[in-house]
């Protein structure tokens, strides 16, 4: 599908190889390092970063996705900047932190570029368990059961796989062919796809001995004012979503982007892309209340992106966005991004399962839900977050599974409880089930 | 501003700063430009009978994107006639009085040839000779180079020679491929010769290709061992330089060669007792303008101590420099880590449990069940800035068991931060100690 994509300058230009040995080098080699525990998935950074120092490309790879199968969507998508590199020893010599993230991405395009295998010495079990979504929280899952054996089944109400990484990452960031290298990767373990419109929970009770929910988040919010349902107010999922596949949606000459997020700054950065010369952000409240990460804010002000505090739409018209404050936008497009909404639809099927604000509710350690026979991670338990918490939580999930099946000889039931205070949060006994909203320190 | 005017074995420059024998030295028009850049002086690449060299010559090593930290070569003495070298070396001398211009020479064993060689180079105006007794490779298999610097007795016999036939002065380069320089330096001195030049290259295979398997540099599918210079092979250098310097049986002025980048080696050369400092890697990966931070760097850093010129601070650290049985056994330092400047990088560590005497700690160590927890409970919210400060969280810092501390100091040479980790001497009030002394009570 390549050939299909709009071709948009990378945001990010990988390293060369006499550059990625050169900052490889650079790297000190904590030992215990800040930038792997800061790492939700945990890779083991700096021995990756040994491994490209020595030429050892392959074996780098493989630390990266024995950790995090999404390696390579993780390493482009990333905010790296408040993760591993914002965690590396360097800022405390006021130093340039290690290009973890560039780093990561030179293994793993050479895993690919190799058509490297996941290294899983499978012996088969018979247990079967179905994932919903095919978002990257499956995919960690999955990956993770094929590697204890597990049958796995991933289900899908879109054509192709991949969730997010398919139909909603910035495309100067990650496109859909590279998301479908992740894709295939997990489908060579032995997971099989299946793209179904409507899902029946009776059928998956029946059929498998374990479920996993990684459905994430639904449409964009609607805003509930006059004008929304005028051709020219796009969502910006849907917006992305097309351009992404190759049938951008025509936005004008100038743009109105609603939100404050990093959904919103993907679409205003795009319709920049696209050709827009006026594209303007609103957003309902002050610059710092914006849940932007301050890079992406950066990087669409780089680009020549309005921002406009303190406006809140209350019509929309099919030339101009009218504001509570007074203002009046004029654009030739709307494109809404307030957030998702909650697949509650779904979710409520499942009847056994319990949510708090919309959200799935788990043991944190575990990805298990009010119902043993469910698990879930990603967007629907978390409310929204990155790639890479959706890897974390569907590998976790995974080993809940294993572990509650029985199947694993090799992990101890728990091995948590001899832990130092500092590390287990200092909890003497923490609720089986907690939403990760709630404060961490009860 | 410090006088660094040079005398050696009665030859006379206006610094200490030769180009080695080497490349940068092959022929007149780069001697010239040298000395335009500012060189001192310069010892002619080897004249001797014209060979004929191999490609590739040279090969590296490179240290964590430092490009020749250590430099191999296979390439032989001049490949250009002797008049050519002979009529180059006047024509330099003629444009450059004040500057040194050294030959250096080799020939075949044979007194008559070594004679006639000794009486064209110093016809043709050269200031002294140099004569190659170090040369490790392709020579050597031809009874010339090593082959005579690695037998005192011939090293001798053809010292003697030369000074039948020379009026300057002669240098003899030693060569370090031997187990104790100072028997051919010692050598050296009975055969008559005035000074010493050490070290010439040591024996090295660089690498290998790991594609082909053929060791570097490749010269149609096979190598050959090479000599090795450049910055890696300094402390051998040092080494070398301070045991014939601190010999009693060998008492003769040093032209110090490698190694030599910048006036920092150049100071310490000097400091074991070097008269004059050669440099040929050095040029080789930068080009001659190098010279000018050595003249700058080295009579700043004289002014700062205070030395009017070389003399004043020549050889002042030889006597600093002794047997081991006699260090005082009761000399105690430990490691002091400060934790305002440690960034928590750990190395030293993981240093210390594994490579040294287990007595620094950490508080937390990192493990599968670590993280495992970690991830149970650490993802609340991802922060939308990067933090603004980076203090080191107090976990992360090493602590050292001052009872347990034997002063090896490989904690602080591995800590990335300067001056965070400091070795402070603790004064236990013992008489000092040698363990010649306490063998001898």
Redesign the interface.
């Known amino acids: 599908m390549t050939k299909h994509e709009i071709a948009f300058p990378e945001l990010h230009p990988p390293l060369t190889p006499q550059a990625a040995?050169?900052e490889a080098?650079r790297c000190?080699?904590?030992?215990?390092?800040?930038c792997?525990?800061a790492c939700?998935t945990?890779i083991d950074v700096p021995r990756f970063i040994k491994k490209i120092?020595t030429g050892n490309l392959l074996g780098s790879a493989e630390t990266i996705v024995e950790a995090n199968v999404l390696g390579l969507s993780c390493s482009r998508v990333c905010?790296v900047?408040?993760?591993c590199e914002?965690a590396c020893?360097?800022?405390?010599?006021n130093h340039q932190p290690i290009a973890i993230g560039l780093l990561q991405r030179h293994a793993m395009d050479h895993f690919y570029a190799l058509a490297g295998k996941l290294p899983y010495k499978t012996v088969p079990n018979a247990k079967r368990v179905a994932c919903i979504g095919a978002g990257p929280a499956s995919l960690a899952c999955a990956a993770e059961l094929r590697k204890h054996g597990l049958a796995v089944t991933i289900f899908d109400k879109r054509p192709l796989p991949g969730g997010l990484n398919t139909y909603g990452v910035a495309q100067y960031k990650f496109t859909p062919s590279d998301a479908a290298r992740e894709v295939e990767l997990v489908r060579a373990t032995g997971v099989e796809f299946r793209h179904l419109e409507i899902l029946s929970i009776e059928d998956l009770e029946r059929d498998y001995d374990a479920v996993f929910i990684g459905i994430g988040l639904g449409r964009t919010q609607p805003l509930g004012i006059p004008g929304e349902n005028l051709p020219s107010v796009l969502n910006a999922l849907e917006f992305i979503a097309a351009y992404k596949n190759a049938q951008p949606l025509p936005v004008g000459n100038s743009v109105a982007v609603i939100g404050g997020g990093n959904t919103a700054i993907d679409a205003a950065v795009a319709a920049k892309l696209l050709g827009a010369s006026q594209v303007s952000i609103l957003y309902r409240r002050s610059e710092s209340h914006?849940?932007?990460?301050?890079f992406e804010y950066e990087h669409a002000r780089s680009v020549g992106v309005n921002f406009v505090w303190n406006a809140r739409p209350v019509r929309f018209t099919e030339h101009a966005v009218e504001c509570d404050c007074g203002l009046s936008i004029p654009c030739d497009t709307v494109i809404i991004a307030i957030g998702q909404s909650r697949l509650l639809e779904t979710l409520q099927k499942i009847r056994t399962i319990e949510l708090r604000n919309g959200r799935v509710v788990v043991n944190?350690?575990t990805g298990e839900t009010a119902d043993p026979k469910y698990f879930a991670g990603g967007d629907c338990v978390?409310g929204g977050?990155?790639v890479v918490?959706a890897a974390?939580?569907g590998k976790?999930a995974a080993q809940g599974i294993v572990q509650a099946m029985g199947t694993d000889r090799s992990v101890p039931k728990s091995?948590?409880s001899n832990?130092?205070q500092?590390?287990?949060?200092g909890?003497s006994g923490p609720s089986p089930l907690r939403s990760?909203?709630e404060?961490?320190n009860g | 501003m410090a006088d660094l005017t040079t005398h050696f074995a009665g030859i006379r420059c206006p610094n200490p700063f030769w180009l080695a024998s080497g490349p940068p030295a092959n022929c007149g028009d780069q001697v010239m430009r040298g000395f335009d850049a500012g060189w001192g002086g310069a010892v002619w690449k080897t004249i001797g009978d014209p060979i004929v060299n191999v490609s590739s010559r040279y090969s590296s090593v490179d240290l964590?994107?430092y490009r020749m930290m250590g430099l191999n070569n296979i390439e032989l003495i001049s490949d250009r006639p002797i008049a050519d070298n002979l009529r180059e070396i006047s024509e330099v001398k003629r444009r450059y009085p004040h500057h040194a211009v050294i030959a250096s020479l080799m020939v075949e064993s044979k007194r008559e040839t070594w004679h006639d060689i000794v009486k064209r180079a110093e016809d043709a105006g050269a200031d002294g000779l140099e004569l190659n007794f170090g040369c490790p490779h392709g020579m050597s298999e031809r009874g010339m180079g090593s082959a005579v610097g690695q037998v005192p007795e011939y090293a001798c016999m053809i010292t003697e020679w030369v000074k039948e036939a020379a009026h300057t002065p002669v240098l003899v380069k030693l060569t370090p491929n031997i187990s104790d320089i100072r028997t051919v330096a010692r050598a050296a001195k009975r055969g008559g010769a005035d000074a010493l030049s050490a070290i010439n290259t040591i024996n090295s295979i660089t690498g290998i290709d790991l594609d082909t398997l053929t060791p570097r540099p490749d010269v149609g599918g096979k190598s050959s061992h090479g000599g090795y210079c450049g910055p890696a092979v300094k402390p051998i250098a040092l080494h070398m330089v301070q045991q014939i310097a601190g010999d009693p049986g060998v008492q003769l002025p040093i032209s110090a060669i490698g190694g030599i980048s910048s006036w920092r080696e150049a100071a310490e050369f000097i400091l074991l007792g070097a008269g004059t400092l050669q440099a040929c890697t050095a040029p080789m990966h930068y080009g001659f303008r190098i010279v000018e931070d050595m003249i700058d760097g080295l009579s700043r850093w004289m002014d700062s101590k205070g030395y009017a010129n070389l003399d004043a601070f020549r050889g002042l650290s030889l006597p600093r420099v002794t047997d081991w049985q006699h260090l005082d056994l009761n000399y105690k330092i430990i490691a002091r880590i400060n934790p305002d400047?440690c960034?928590?990088?750990?190395?030293c560590?993981?240093a210390c449990w594994d490579g040294a005497h287990q007595c620094i700690h950490?508080t937390?160590?990192?493990s599968p069940?670590?993280?495992?927890?970690?991830?149970?409970?650490?993802?609340?919210s991802?922060?939308?800035?990067?933090?603004v400060s980076?203090?080191?969280p107090a976990?992360?810092i090493p602590t050292v068991d001052e009872h347990e501390c034997v002063g090896c100091n490989l904690c602080w040479l591995v800590c990335?931060?300067e001056n965070c980790i400091s070795m402070v001497r603790v004064d236990k009030g013992d008489h000092p100690q040698s363990w010649a002394e306490k063998a001898k009570s």
């Open positions: 040995i050169a080098n000190l080699y904590c030992f215990d390092s800040p792997a525990s939700p945990h120092a905010p900047e408040v993760l914002g020893v360097y800022h405390n010599i914006m849940s932007a990460f301050a944190p350690r978390n977050r990155e918490d974390a939580e976790r091995n948590i832990l130092p500092s590390l287990s949060g909890q990760p909203e404060p961490k | 964590n994107g400047t960034i928590g990088c750990q190395l560590y993981t950490v937390g160590r990192a069940e670590i993280y495992a927890a970690m991830s149970a409970v650490a993802i609340v991802t922060p939308t800035t990067p933090a980076h203090a080191t976990k992360r990335p931060v």
